[in-house]
């Protein structure tokens, strides 16, 4: 195997060995193929490529303290994949399906594990799409699940260190009875250009206002927005964000630590009351803002140059239980065996 610098992984796609691959046709489910190919054959004319019938999820795997390889919370990702697929008229991957690919893709891929104490993991990406033609816009009748594997680092190079960011208003990220509230393509296309814009200004990422108002915070861009104050942990409400996993479990923590939780909107002006802000997400876990810059008005609101102690405990308790090195006292990790 080639040596593999475990611990300066980018967060990006990295080829590993096999991945995994069924397809939906006649009303059901094929039996899972082992793909050594990291190349798709489908149709010039399937509604994944044409009218938007995509969405996928994200989840890692970790190699614990113990030297055992855990899961974090899958079947949340499957459930919200099956959300998503509802949402844009696709065939519904079941939840045993759904297990039994990302394992059969982590064990057949189990020489790309980081090693533990290398803050790196092994990131899994199921995708599910149309891959039926379609040339009048209907959902397809074939519909095909893949699941790959890629060792990656922090999503932000800074790691879980504070980051600048940029809040815009000339963009929306999603509408307000559209798909941000599903994992799908689309939603992350409309975050581009001014993701880009944002990288070109010297920004970590982007930070969109809801799309109705302009008056509360909507999503950051790869990730759910929180911030803390007066003992309470915040995050926005909103029919256009997407519902983080991360986010969700950082919540019961944060009621652990003894802090109040708010799922509420969040308006803009808000951003200066807080002592703590940051992103979080499967991708970034958590991370902290140092600044937030609006691009119109050009108004900053400062943190400060390191983690804060609230998020600072969140990403320790969080991280601590997805590597096994904290007792998993509410069944959120499943261990895979034997590798």
Sequence with gaps: MENIDWKNLPFGYYPTDY????????????????????????????TGLHYGQEAFEGLKAYRGKDGKVRLFRWQDNAKRMQHSAQGVMMAEVPEELFFSAINQAVRLNARFIPPYGTGSSLYIRPLLFGSGAQVGVKPAKEYMFVVFVSPVGPYFKEGFSPVDVELVRDYDRAAPLGTGHIKVGGNYAASLRPADRAHNDGYSAVLFLDAREKKYI??????????????????????????????????????????????????VEELETFEEAGACGTAAIISPFRKIVDRQTRKEYTYSDKAGPYSTKLYQTLTAIQYGEMEDVRGWTTIIEGI
Excluded at 21 to 33: C, V
Excluded at 238 to 263: C, F, H, M, Q, Y
């Design 218 to 267: 909507d999503e950051a861009g790869p990730a759910n927005f929180f911030g803390i104050k007066n003992g309470i942990y915040v995050t926005p409400s909103s029919r256009t964000i997407l519902p983080s996993i991360t986010n969700k479990s950082l919540e019961v923590i944060a009621e652990d630590l003894g802090l109040k939780v708010e799922r509420r909107p969040v308006p």
């Design 19 to 46: 991945n995994v691959r069924t397809t939906w046709k006649d009303g059901k489910w094929s039996e899972l193929e082992v793909s050594s190919s990291e190349f798709i054959s489908i149709h010039m004319a399937a």
